[in-house]
């Protein structure tokens, strides 16, 4: 049996919020408009749209224009214009947030216009928005996704998103005014970008593939998590067994907790599987290798995993100074002073693999000394491994210790 809706579901609406892109009103609007007690926006939708006999009141500073719209009594009703689709990382949060009754009339957002504006399909595209504290993660998911949309703000614009991208290969597509009188696309690298003055509330689009389209994708935004992890070790190339194992890399992910909006070093990194890993599930990597040989290595099982690894060729803890600072640090090669310059880098966690029992003390006394909680664990592993005559045997692994540390919350 159909349910009935409630009266305040559909009925006695108080405010309509009107989405406009720049081609005209959606159906519906003018009537609101029309009987509407108090209408909000920015400056120029007022000018262009608001109907003399309604009081106008500007949609910033929020707060005051909240408590008018909570502030409509009775028959009094108010209509609130903003651009593009007001669900979409928008006003209509902060109106409910507030319990008042809306009604939504939407327009293309920035966003869909950018990419109809190159023709590109995007639901494989995460789009991410900059409020307070999360540039940073921001710009982690622009260095670990083939493709990012950023919807600015007025202290997180293409600038400062740009700046965080020096060593990524990526390019930027800048929206300006988009929708509107002064609506511009420019296409720039990070280095340029990073110089320029931008409109405020630009749209971006992050990518390093500039003309090619991603994967088709069931979920918008793309697949968040690989289907396993802590893969065998044949899924990787390595030189002789030199690999941290499987067991191993298990524990270590969840130490690190790797996930999109972090940036993850991978220290003395060999073939890279850690970094690999952490980048499937999501996280921006660096890879810290001195050999050349593994560094080929390296960036084959990147490739071959379809994820980006920013590898780093050089000598830690040398080659860590200039890196951006990291949310988790994986340590599998190097000395005492790789571990100190690690245990220093400001991450939240770092972990250590260590096959040597005489190394666990000064680790550990390091990572205290830098300000974490230590715990440890050895791993002995025993696999299952098939014998000629159709039975099975244990093979136990070389131990390894893993040790761990989280920094101390303030």
Known sequence: MRRRARRDEVGDVTV?????????????AAEALGSARLVVGARRNLNAHAPEQARTLELEPL?????????????????????GDPGFFGVLRS???RGIRCSVLPAASAVAKLMAHIGRPWEDVPVAVPGEQDLPRVINLCRARPAVLVLTAPDAGPAQLASGLAGWRRTLLVGED????????????????????????SVVLCTNQAHEQGPRSWLFGGERLPDSWGLSEDEFSHRDGDITPAEVRAVALAELAPRPGTLVWDVGAGSGSVA?????????????????????RLVTNAAGHGVDVRVEEGEAPK????LPKPDAV????????VVTACAHAGASRVVIELTELERVGPTRDALRAAGY???????????????DDGGSKLEPAAAVVVVSGRRKEP
């Open 16 to 28: 309509t919020v009107v989405g406009i892109d720049g081609a005209g009103l959606p159906a519906g």
């Open 63 to 83: 707060e005051s224009a909240l408590g008018a719209l909570s502030a409509l009594a009775g028959a009094e009703t108010g209509v609130v214009l903003v651009d």
């Open 95 to 97: 109106l409910r947030d």
């Open 178 to 201: 988009v929708g509107g009188p002064d609506e511009k696309f420019t296409p720039v690298d990070p280095a340029e970008a990073a110089t320029r003055t931008w409109a405020a509330n």
């Open 276 to 296: 690999v890993e952490c980048a499937r599930m999501g996280s921006a990597t660096v890879a810290v290798e001195s050999d050349e040989a593994q560094v080929v």
């Open 319 to 322: 080659s860590l100074r200039e």
């Open 330 to 337: 994986f340590v599998g090669g190097g000395g005492a002073d």
């Open 373 to 387: 909680e230590v715990r440890g664990v050895q791993l002995a592993a025993s696999r299952l491994v098939e014998l």
